[in-house]
């Protein structure tokens, strides 16, 4: 089994920065890509970005430009480095893996953790 447990989310300015990790737990050989993804009120859950196994990233079109995701094996975590924040950023931001290649895997999520960009 694996888990995700999200931390760094938080109040912030428009324009601030903020910076997301994903800590990993369990059976972490079983995981091939990750990422992150968001969902505020009202709206369904929208990719943020994502991470291959072999460390190829891919964005949503939204945060491209503003946020970088990176993947630190030595430390088992998930990072999601947020810049130009904007009040339409603000959501619930949950981490994913995905061990679906794996046989008897799945997808992974976190428990969330809440962003909030105001003044």
């Known amino acids: 089994q694996v888990q995700l447990v999200e931390s760094g989310g938080g109040l912030v300015q428009p324009g601030g920065s903020l910076r997301l990790s994903c800590t990993v737990s369990?059976?972490?050989?079983?995981?091939?890509?990750m990422g992150w993804y968001r969902q505020a009120p009202g709206k369904e859950r929208e990719l943020v970005a994502t991470?291959?196994?072999?460390?190829?990233?891919n964005y949503g079109d939204s945060v491209k430009g503003r946020f970088t995701v990176s993947r630190d094996r030595a430390k088992n975590t998930l990072n999601l480095q947020m810049n130009s924040l904007k009040p339409e950023d603000t959501a619930v931001y949950y981490c994913?893996?995905?061990?679906?290649?794996?046989?008897?895997?799945?997808?992974?999520w976190g428990q969330g953790t809440q962003v909030t960009v105001s003044s």
């Open positions: 991470v291959s196994r072999g460390g190829s990233t």
């Open positions: 994913n893996a995905d061990a679906s290649a794996w046989p008897g895997g799945k997808t992974h």
């Open positions: 369990g059976s972490i050989f079983t995981i091939g890509g």
